[in-house]
C-alpha cells in the first residue's frame, strides 16, 4: 500500500481494460501515425473554434475508448480528466455529454500521470469497477493560451517544443473481478510528484522547468521501491523533449546513473524532428496521453516491455505569472505500469 | 464502499485533524469575521502583485492549519488543492515550498469539494495516514482572470456575486491510528458530482448556472444512500448566492421537497448583503472553504450539528468560452459531514 515516503504500491493491480488516442494531421504524418486509433485530418474537426474541437476529440477519444472495450458509458462511475486551457474548457464541454462524475485535474502536461494515479487508487480501493482518464491538447488552443496568435507566424526557437494535437483516453478497471484475460496492462504503483521550482523562467525551453521535477520523482521512485534503473524495461518522460532529455540524463549521471539507452520521451518519440520541424519535440497533455495509448501500452501488451515507469510532466507557467517575471514550476507523476502477459 | 450509483460510503470515516482559514478585509467585516482564524488588512498580503498574495493566502492557511494540528508538514503525505486561475498559479505558487506531492484540481468554486472528496478517499483506502486539501480564491486575481480591470470600477448587476478572498485549508486523517480523539468532524462519504449544463450563459449569473449542478448532486445523494433532506441539519451549497438559492429552492420544491430551513449557503452566509454590497453573495473556491473552516466545522464540533450536506459548487467557464458564445457548466461536489460528538 504506503511505500517509501511518497509512493502507493497496489497489491491487486488495477489493469488497463481499453485506451484510444485521437490526433492530428501533423501527429499522423509522424512515427506513431500508423500506431494512433484516429487521425483527424481537419484540427477544427468540423468545430466553430479550436477550443470546441479540443473537446470533440476528447468526446471522440473517450467514445473509442468505450467502443474498444465493449464498455457502457454508465459502467464507467468517474471521470478523471483535464486539459491545458483556463479553467479546463477543453474538459468541460468536451466531457459533459458522457453524464459521468467529473474530477477535474490541472498538472498541465503531466496531468495523465496524474488521472491515472487517481484512478488506479479509486478502482484499487473499490470505490469504483471501471474509471476513464483523459488528457489532451490542441496546438492551436496552446498557442493562444500560453503564446501568439498563430496568424502571427512567430519563430520558435529551438528549445521550443510543438504543442500535440491529441487526446488519449483510458478505461482501468479490476480485472478478476470483470472476468477479462488476466494479461492486460496494470497499474503496479504510483510515485505522486511535488513541484520543483529551480528557477527557469524561458518559456520557449520548458524542457529545463520540467527535467529537475522528473528527476525529483524518478529519485523517489528508486528510494521508495527500493529499485534502480534495471527495474523498468523503459523510463518514459512525458515531453522533455531533446534539451530536457539532455538535462534529465546529465542530473541522473551526477547520481552515478546512466539512463541513455533506458530513458524515452513521448515529445522526442511523437514527431519526426528532422522532417516535422518540431524543434526539440512534441508536448501537451495530449502527447504523453497519445504516445501512452498508441505506443507504451501496445508494447506492454506484446510483452516487449515488461516494465516502464511512465512519468508525465507539466510545466506548471500561465502568461500571467510569466508576465509577473515569476519562474516556471516543474511536476511529474510517476506510475508504474506492467505487462500483464509476464 | 460504493454506495449507489456514484456515491461512497466509508466504513471507517476519516476525520478533520485541523483547519485553518485566512481571508481579507471586507471577509473579515461579515458576519463571520470573527471566526475567521487569519483576517488580512492589505489584500496583497505584502506581495508585488494579486496573484503572489493569493499565492501567499494558500501557504499562510497550511501552515496555519498544520501548526493548529500541531501536525508536522513531513507527516502530510499528499496534498489536493486548487484555485479559479489559468493554470493553477496560486496553487503551484502558494504550495511549492509545502515540499509535498500535489494533485492539482480543477472544479472552479467546487474546489474544495473535490479535495476533501479525494482526500477522504485517499486517506480512508490507507494510501496515506494524513492529507491536506486546500482551495482559494482573490477578489482581485479573479476579476482580472474573468472580468475586468478593477481600476475600470465597472457596475455589476444585482444577480453578480463577489468573489471571495480567502483560502481555507484542512488536514485529513485517520483518528484511530492517529491516537486522537474520537471526537473530530468526519467525512462519511461522498457525491462526486458531474457537469450539467442546462444552457445558462450570463456570466454575472452564476448562481443560475450552478443550481441546476447542486440539485443533480443533492438528488443523488438522496438516492444513492437512501436517505432525504430530513437526514441532514444542513445542505450548504458553496456559491449559489440569492439568485442560485432560490432556483435551487423552486427546483427541489418540484421534487415536492421544501429545503427552504434546511439550506444554507456559504455565499450568503459570508457576507452583509445589506451593508457589504455584495448583491447576490460571495462566490469562489474561497468561498466554501473559508466558510467550511469558519462556521460549519465548529458547529459539527460542537455538536449543535450533527450531519450535514457540504456542497461547494462551481461554474465552469473561462473568459475564453464566455467570448465564444458559449453556455456555463456548472458542477458540484457532495461531501457528508458529521459531528463526532455524537
Chains 1, 2 share one sequence.
Request: with cysteine; glycine share 12%; net charge negative.
Amino acid at each position: 500500500m504506503q511505500r517509501g515516503k511518497a509512493s502507493i504500491e497496489f497489491e491487486e493491480p488495477p489493469v488497463i481494460l481499453s485506451d484510444a488516442s485521437v490526433a492530428g494531421k501533423k501527429e499522423g504524418e509522424g512515427p506513431l501515425g500508423a500506431c494512433i486509433d484516429v487521425i483527424e485530418q481537419d484540427d477544427m474537426l468540423g468545430m466553430e473554434n479550436w477550443e470546441q474541437a479540443e473537446s470533440a476529440m476528447q468526446k471522440r477519444a473517450a467514445d473509442l475508448a468505450l467502443e474498444k472495450g465493449n464498455i457502457r458509458r454508465r459502467e464507467v462511475r468517474y471521470l478523471f480528466a483535464g486539459d491545458l486551457l483556463g479553467q479546463l474548457i477543453a474538459t468541460s464541454f468536451g466531457t459533459v455529454d458522457l453524464e459521468i462524475p467529473l474530477f477535474g485535474l490541472y498538472g498541465a502536461c503531466s496531468t495523465m500521470g496524474e488521472a491515472l494515479a487517481l484512478g488506479a487508487m479509486t478502482v484499487h480501493a473499490g470505490y469504483a469497477q471501471r474509471v476513464m482518464a483523459v488528457a489532451s491538447s490542441h496546438f492551436a488552443t496552446a498557442e493562444k493560451q500560453f503564446r501568439f496568435p498563430l496568424a502571427y507566424g512567430n519563430q520558435r526557437p529551438y528549445s521550443a517544443t510543438w504543442t500535440v494535437t491529441g487526446c488519449g483516453a483510458v478505461v482501468i478497471g479490476r480485472a478478476a473481478q470483470d472476468g477479462r484475460e488476466q494479461d492486460l496492462p496494470r497499474i503496479a504503483g504510483v510515485t505522486p510528484g511535488r513541484i520543483v521550482d529551480l528557477g527557469a523562467q524561458d518559456s520557449m525551453n520548458m524542457g529545463a522547468a520540467m527535467a529537475p521535477a522528473a528527476v525529483h520523482t524518478i529519485r523517489q521512485n528508486f528510494e521508495d521501491f527500493g529499485v534502480d534503473e534495471t527495474y523498468y524495461d523503459k523510463i518514459i518522460t512525458g515531453d522533455l523533449g531533446e534539451v530536457g532529455r539532455k538535462i534529465l540524463l546529465d542530473m541522473m549521471k551526477q547520481d552515478g546513473r546512466d539512463l541513455t539507452e533506458i530513458h524515452m520521451d513521448c515529445g522526442i518519440e511523437i514527431f519526426d524532428r528532422e522532417k516535422q520541424d518540431t524543434h526539440s519535440g512534441g508536448s501537451g497533455c495530449g502527447c504523453s496521453a497519445v504516445t501512452l495509448c498508441a505506443r507504451v501500452l501496445p508494447r506492454l501488451r506484446s510483452g516487449e516491455w515488461r516494465r516502464v515507469l511512465f512519468l508525465p510532466t507539466g510545466a506548471l507557467l500561465s502568461t500571467v505569472s510569466f508576465n509577473e517575471g515569476k519562474s516556471i514550476p516543474g511536476i511529474a507523476h510517476g506510475v508504474i505500469l506492467e505487462s500483464g502477459t509476464v
